[in-house]
């Protein structure tokens, strides 16, 4: 297996098998599951790997990709001299959102189980939120024949089945909103799907989770004198959204049961030739989610991540963490370029930078500064991950009293996983007693 990092150049002997992945997954020959997806139709094609001066890089995709017996592992490059990938558990811990579950019980920290078992574990927590508000029922047709009519008499059905028999039935159609659905066919189809995959993850969780595992089981009665179809049918009538607003609860459950699906019933690497199969999560959409959870969480007033309309409804901008009451708008950046900016003591850090480097900040820079123009904000900057500890940064954007921040978070190296998460966490609070954070949190 290869071991690489986001936004990390690729050795040169990795670079034939770089692009032709990436020239599979350019002309959709792959089967790709995006664990930090709120949606399973994005309608963008992943860029894993991009080739820069005649050298590859990886991107902001943290994950496992298979392609002919190649194994390929993408690890956060803040975990590069971690024993494990402590800050990939933090991101991911906090991403799933749920105190009652662990990465530990995923059972093991091998990177061939790794993204299955988040994708076992994700299900059953999707699953468990939403039963929370009630089962999933949908509305459906059913062919009935028996003496207690409940529905429209469908007589053609009921002289072929029943004319030459005096046996009281009668042929009918009824509707109704049923547990009996193809959701929840679904749900069952990707639960031995994983426990197939991932068995004494799948026990675990059921143990520890006693409201999944009474879904499963209500799930599983509703459907129980039904004829199950195959997983390719499954996934056909299943890719229409939820919408209901009354189901909505069940949306992310039935996205996390497609992913698994997708994902196991589809050969690795090394029996589809033509094919590249993986797991991966957005670092940068991570990143974004901790920030919210970690840092913001105990705004004065909360903060708006709505999408504004500008120049007379011709554009449309949505900043990460807008505050209206401070007048201060900030972005998440996940990019190393940031950082680099850091490293000049004196001088003008802008002319540190190579050619890219500083095509990416100048690009970030005009983006802050379109939404403080349009929100009327007196401070703007970017929040980006570093390795070193520092202070936030202000440059005055002349001629006005605006300034635009620089503010590194300082990922910490550790011996062990609780020594990491107190190091990080005493971080957040550090941030928290300088400004411009200072001003906007208790």
């Not at 179809?229 to 959204?241: C, D, F, I, S």
């Not at 991966?280 to 004065?300: I, N, T, V």
């Not at 370029?337 to 002319?351: D, F, Y």
């Amino acid at each position: 297996m290869e071991s690489l990092y986001d936004y990390s150049p690729v050795e040169k002997g990795c670079y034939d098998l770089c692009r032709d992945i990436q020239n599979r997954i350019s002309h959709g020959d792959c089967c790709l599951v995006d664990l930090s997806a709120e949606s399973d139709d994005t309608g963008q094609t992943p860029v894993i790997f991009e080739e820069k001066a005649g050298t590859f890089w990886t991107r902001q995709y943290i994950g496992l990709v298979e392609y002919q017996g190649h194994r390929i592992f993408i690890g956060s490059r803040f975990d590069r001299g971690n024993p494990e990938p402590f800050f990939l558990w933090y991101l991911i811990g906090h991403f799933l959102g749920e105190s009652i579950v662990t990465l530990d019980d995923i059972g093991s920290t091998d990177q061939n189980d790794f993204f299955d078992g988040l994708l076992a574990l994700r299900l059953a927590i999707q699953i468990r939120r939403a039963q929370k508000h009630g089962g999933l029922r949908a509305y459906r047709s059913f062919a009935r024949n028996d003496s207690q009519v409940r529905g429209v008499i469908d007589i053609p059905r009921h002289i072929r089945e029943n004319m030459e028999q005096d046996n009281g039935r009668i042929a009918y159609r009824t509707q109704t909103y049923s547990l009996d659905n193809d959701w929840n066919v679904l749900f069952l189809h990707a639960t031995h799907a994983a426990g197939r995959r991932c068995p004494d993850l799948m026990r675990r969780l059921q143990r520890r989770l006693p409201e999944y595992t009474s879904a499963l089981r209500t799930i599983e009665q509703a459907v129980s004198n039904r004829e199950t179809p195959g997983v390719r049918q499954v996934l056909a009538r299943t890719e229409r959204k939820i919408t209901n607003p009354v189901y909505q609860n069940w949306e992310p459950a039935r996205v996390a049961a497609r992913d698994i699906l997708r994902r196991t019933e589809s050969a690795p690497g090394e029996n589809r030739a033509s094919i590249v199969t993986g797991v991966f999560l957005d670092s940068g959409f991570l990143w974004e989610r901790l920030l919210e959870d970690r840092l913001f969480a105990g705004a004065k007033k909360p903060f708006t991540q709505q999408s504004r309309d500008v120049l007379d409804g011709h554009l449309t901008i949505r900043p990460d963490f807008y505050f209206s009451s401070q007048g201060t708008v900030l972005d998440a950046k996940y990019r190393p370029v940031w950082e680099k900016t850091l490293a000049v003591a004196n001088g003008r850090w802008s002319r540190s930078l190579d050619a890219s480097g500083s095509a990416d900040v100048r690009e970030n820079i005009y983006q802050v500064f379109g939404y403080m123009l349009a929100l009327d904000c007196s401070e703007g900057g970017v929040i980006f991950p570093a390795h070193s500890l520092r202070n936030p940064a202000a440059d005055r954007i002349d001629p006005s009293d605006r300034r635009f921040w620089r503010i590194p978070v300082c990922i910490p190296q550790a011996a062990d996983y609780p020594a990491f998460r107190d190091a990080l966490e005493k971080e957040f609070c550090r941030l928290r007693t300088l400004a411009p954070v200072s001003r906007i949190v208790t």
